[in-house]
């Protein structure tokens, strides 16, 4: 199994600035994944980064408001740029796994904006 | 579209048995995932379905239908400590994973 290490695992930020969450994993992987989970609400794939190549994002995100860098096929991080409240969330580095663990978690990030 | 649904909170006595159903409609699929997630902590694996039947590990169990879009996890001999939310997935290919919104369970004295 990997061993994720994200950070920071917490923050509280003011409207309209920026923050960027880190994701070290402790060998490398192809594929990394990016997820936000809203209050109350299900996990959501925010984009796929891979390492050489432009992050591919889902439906309702874009890279304007979330660039993600992938310098390295151990480490990504993700910006959330010019924060609102509706951004309070958290949010989740993931790595493939093998065989039927198909994906490892990081510890994820509790965003609060105010 | 993805669709998956299942029970927002449960509660149950420490000692007794659970079931969490999982109900889906989603455009794939290529297998069914159970996520356990204590609260603020990141969603840890508990078992993975393929196949039709019942796969057990331990006091933990998880059955699917596909024909019928649906699963369920079932615990036994509940102990406090899974107090948490289950969160079932549906892996619809490419390390695409689905998730419902989880089911909160608690569980009482």
């Known amino acids: 199994s990997a061993v994720i290490s994200q950070k920071p695992s917490r923050d509280i930020c003011q409207r309209g600035t920026s923050l960027t969450i880190q994701c070290q994993v402790d060998s490398q992987v192809t594929m990394m994944f990016w997820y936000r989970q809203q209050p109350g609400q299900s996990l959501t794939l925010i984009a796929t980064a891979n390492q050489g190549s432009e992050a591919t994002y889902e439906s309702g995100f874009v890279i304007d408001k979330f660039p993600i860098s992938r310098p390295n096929l151990t480490f990504s991080t993700l910006t959330v740029s010019n924060m609102s409240p509706e951004d309070s969330s958290i949010y989740l580095c993931?790595?493939?796994?093998?065989?039927?663990?198909?994906?490892?978690f990081g510890s994820g990030t509790q965003l609060s904006v105010l | 579209g993805q669709n998956i649904d299942q029970p927002t909170e449960m509660t149950a006595t420490e000692g007794a048995i659970v079931q969490i159903n999982c109900t889906y409609q989603?455009?794939?699929?290529?297998?069914l995932f159970w996520y356990q997630q204590h609260a603020g902590e990141a969603p840890t694996f508990l078992s993975y379905?393929?196949?039709?039947g019942l796969e057990e590990k331990g006091r933990f169990s998880s059955f699917l239908s596909r024909s019928k879009g649906y699963s369920y996890l079932l615990l036994k001999e509940l102990q406090m400590k899974d107090s948490a939310s289950y969160l079932c997935?549906?892996?619809?290919?490419?390390?695409?994973?689905?998730f419902g919104k989880g089911t909160k369970l608690s569980v009482i004295p």
């Open positions: 997935a549906v892996f619809t290919g490419s390390y695409q994973l689905t």
């Open positions: 993931s790595v493939e796994g093998s065989g039927q663990e198909k994906l490892f």
């Open positions: 379905n393929v196949l039709d």
């Open positions: 989603t455009s794939g699929f290529n297998g």
